[in-house]
């Protein structure tokens, strides 16, 4: 079975790397244009492309997959499936249209809730408690395909979203597989979604990074994971605009205005919310490293 791959960033790259393992055919992969990176601006390539490289497979990166182009590109490859894993661009009915057994996607949730870019994210965020990846039959409108199959997973309490972004990579790897195995035999099924019950996680951006706390400890901590590793929520405490890395959640009752400093020493710095404490372990500060909070309070000569 002859396949195109369409994919991005690093946890595209797991599902790519799967594909090559698996022995199916990639007759090439489509990637987004290469991008400046850190403070010298130099191009870099994608770890998608970086990939595909390594292996020999013709790369394609397209500004647009609506300028006729990369239609014309796909349609002398005459892939029998596209696969896309966060290639970050729209696909056109008339690229839909090439494959004969279709397009196909992996989505980092449980559709249809989470449709949209930050899927991961905002499982954390929301406090729920399993999420999954999803593969799906492509249609023009936002992750709303028939869904071929689904695999889910409990979020720790105190995971972060990085670390369940490179847990649900690998899963997604494993049913891109799974996926295509099955549209070769014949077997993969199309399961309609309830367009009534989808969510949806639009793109994180710095605004939503400060703390409130007057939300519970909980709602906290999973602000905390959520934005663990990018954008890293953030508090002013002792006069310091700080970036929050960790933080431990400790429901009571401590009858303090939420935001009060209730102690800093060894374990931390415990700050009041709504329904108890928060205990900040890990910050950063402006110009500094990463590290405990304890340090940078010693540091800082600071102790309640």
């Known amino acids: 079975m002859k396949i195109v791959f369409m994919g991005t960033p690093d946890f595209a ?22 991008k400046p990176k850190n403070r010298g601006l130099r191009l870099a390539p994608s770890p998608v492309k970086e990939l595909a490289a390594a292996h020999g497979t013709p790369v394609c990166q397209p500004q647009s997959l609506r300028d006729g182009e990369a239609e014309r590109v796909l349609r002398e490859i005459k892939p029998d499936v596209i696969a896309v894993v966060a290639y ?23 559709l249809p809730r989470l449709r949209g870019a930050a899927p991961v994210q905002w499982a954390v965020l929301n406090g729920d408690t399993e999420t999954g990846v999803t593969s799906m039959y492509m249609a023009p409108e936002l992750d709303a395909g028939d869904i071929i199959f689904v695999k889910k997973t409990p979020i720790g309490e ?33 399961i309609p979604q309830d367009h009534a019950l989808a969510t949806y996680a639009p793109p994180i951006t710095k605004e939503i990074a400060p703390i409130d706390w007057t939300r519970t400890c909980r709602e906290i901590s999973c602000h905390v994971r959520g934005l663990n590793p990018w954008p890293v929520a953030t508090a002013e405490l002792f006069g310091t605009a700080l970036k929050i890395y960790k933080v431990k959640a400790e429901p009571s009752t401590t009858g303090a205005e939420p935001g009060t400093v209730l102690s800093a020493g060894n374990d931390g710095i415990k700050v009041a919310c709504s329904d108890g404490a928060v205990t900040v372990l890990e910050v950063q500060a402006p110009g500094k490293k990463r590290m405990p909070a304890s340090d940078w309070l010693r540091g800082r000569r600071l102790c309640l």
């Open 158 to 190: 105190e995971e972060t979203a990085g670390e369940l972004y490179a847990r649900l990579a690998e899963m997604g790897g494993e049913l891109l597989i799974e996926t295509l195995d099955a549209i070769e035999q014949g077997t993969a099924p199309r």
């Open 88 to 110: 970050g661009r729209i696909l056109p009915q008339a690229v839909l249209d090439i494959p004969p057994l279709g397009c196909v996607n992996i989505h980092a949730s449980i």
């Open 13 to 34: 790259a797991a599902s790519l790397k799967r594909l090559y393992e698996s022995g199916h055919d990639v007759a090439a992969v489509f990637t987004q244009p290469d």
